[in-house]
């Protein structure tokens, strides 16, 4: 079944006349009768891909848009390998092994887990990795439950309203009850609402380092010490697992005396993008696990495959290895340094933009990008347009800003956010500043002179 419903006519097709000798017409949706010009047929694509935005005006997107050229002839020369073969590619399983030890000790594992044995693995992206370790959390609640002679059945999952959504896929999709709590007096989920949400049923929190909707942190430490007091007077004990999608890339760096990884005793695994701030092409993921307890062993299979028996723990089978060898590439040439000073740059950038829309007086600030370098901001008082207008009117200039409704306890705030991502430069918010002032203007009406066309 397709995900897609565009209505089409099975012999709709595509023809233009630069192509039209090399590649005569081109059907949409069924095969070519004959064989095209591998050049043709390139440029024939390439004319199609002019049509998408331009990913250095994107400011929607946390994913990385822009590596160096020693990291994209890296991902061209591994694409080829498949990362889950750890038998026929030794030594891109043995980059994977050290990438994983690297975020353990960056995201202070305890030893031995800490050392060069760290629990963890790559995925496909940070939702695959948030589905690895929400698995954990489930089937380690229903070990504790079984042993015990108590009702496993019931699961649930406490999170803010404001997870992303491929948490509530993996309640979904897991049979686990996606306890969303509204938000209430901030714009993420508080300590002790986290708390008083909990219950015997309870596999888990998630604490979002980063919020998409504003690029908050989530109070992970607070968090962790009110399920401490709630162990204390109930028996409770409820474990933490940190989605530090985007955050994980970056605190370390630029918030160091902030207490949210495996120094917290509570949690008990976190889940990273390495294609967000973690500076690498899409797609890949990581996901940790605080020790080997942490992780069920029968979620891990033995597989005989080409030769060589394996353990694995995925949700596919197939996946290439550039984008790991792409991400051992950037810890091995930024380093800690490296990585502080880009994203700390990223935060500077975040936070000029955040002036200048304040200064502009029509805007309310969110957030101000100094947590995330994101920042969102509604619309102060009526105006006549809305923030779905104002990214309508960027659009002409190219910009892509997204408008959406705040999640369930702030549903009635429409906020515009702003990405701010490695590549993105001073100049570029300069003239991203510039535009937005003018679409300004031109949405309450102080720009409606005709302007004479002139070749």
């Avoid at 969303?180 to 309870?202: F, R, S, Y």
């Avoid at 892509?400 to 906020?415: K, L, Q, S, W």
């Avoid at 535009?435 to 066309?453: I, M, P």
Wanted: aromatic share 10%; hydrophobic share 45%.
């Amino acid at each position: 079944m397709s995900l897609h419903s565009h209505h089409i006519r099975r012999h709709e097709a595509m023809s233009g006349s630069a192509f039209d000798t090399a590649l005569g017409t081109i059907p949409r949706h069924e095969l070519p009768e004959g064989i095209q010009d591998p050049d043709a047929a390139m440029r024939f694509i390439q004319d199609e891909l002019m049509l998408d935005g331009n990913a250095r005006q994107n400011l929607a997107t946390f994913v990385t848009t822009w590596m160096e050229p020693q990291a994209v002839a890296l991902i061209r020369s591994s694409l080829e390998k498949n990362i889950i073969d750890k038998d026929e590619y030794p030594q891109s399983a043995e980059i994977e092994r050290r990438c994983v030890n690297i975020l353990a000790n960056l995201w202070h594992a305890p030893e031995p887990t800490g050392g060069a044995d760290a629990v963890g693995c790559s995925t496909t992206g940070s939702s695959e990795a948030a589905m690895l370790a929400g698995m954990a959390l489930k089937w380690r609640w229903r070990a504790r439950r079984e042993a015990a002679g108590l009702d496993a059945t019931r699961p649930n999952l406490v999170m803010g309203a404001n997870v992303q959504v491929c948490w509530e896929k993996f309640a979904r999709y897991w049979d686990v009850e996606a306890r969303l709590v509204p938000l209430e007096g901030a714009t993420h989920l508080t300590a002790g609402q986290a708390a008083a949400a909990c219950d015997e049923n309870t596999i888990g929190v998630v604490a979002v380092l980063g919020s998409t909707f504003d690029g908050s942190y989530e109070p992970v430490a607070q968090i962790a010490a009110a399920l401490d007091k709630l162990e204390a007077s109930t028996g409770l004990d409820v474990p933490i697992h940190v989605d530090a999608a985007s955050g994980g890339f970056i605190a370390p760096f630029l918030d160091t005396e902030l207490l949210w990884d495996f120094a917290l005793e509570r949690v008990k695994s976190i889940n990273a993008s390495g294609h967000k701030y973690g500076l690498v092409y899409p797609g890949v993921g990581w996901v940790l696990w605080r020790s080997a307890e942490d992780l069920p062993s029968d979620l891990i299979f033995s597989v005989d495959y080409l030769g060589g028996s394996m353990p694995t723990f995925a949700l596919n089978f197939s996946r290439p290895a550039a984008q790991v060898v792409a991400q051992y590439y950037t810890l091995v040439r930024y380093g800690f340094e490296g990585y502080r000073r880009i994203q700390e740059r990223s935060r500077q950038i975040a936070g000029t933009i955040a002036r200048g829309v304040e200064a502009m007086g029509p805007f309310t600030l969110l957030s101000r990008g100094d947590e995330l370098p994101v920042l969102a901001f509604k619309c102060t008082t009526p105006a006549g347009w809305s923030v779905y207008d104002l990214s309508h009117e960027l659009r002409t200039f190219g910009w892509i800003v997204p408008a959406y409704p705040m999640p369930e306890g702030m549903a009635d705030t429409d906020v515009l956010r702003v990405v701010v991502r490695n590549g993105f430069t001073f100049d570029l918010a300069g003239m991203f500043l510039a535009d937005v002032a003018k679409s300004v203007d031109r949405l309450s009406g102080r720009q409606n002179e005709a302007v004479a066309f002139h070749h």
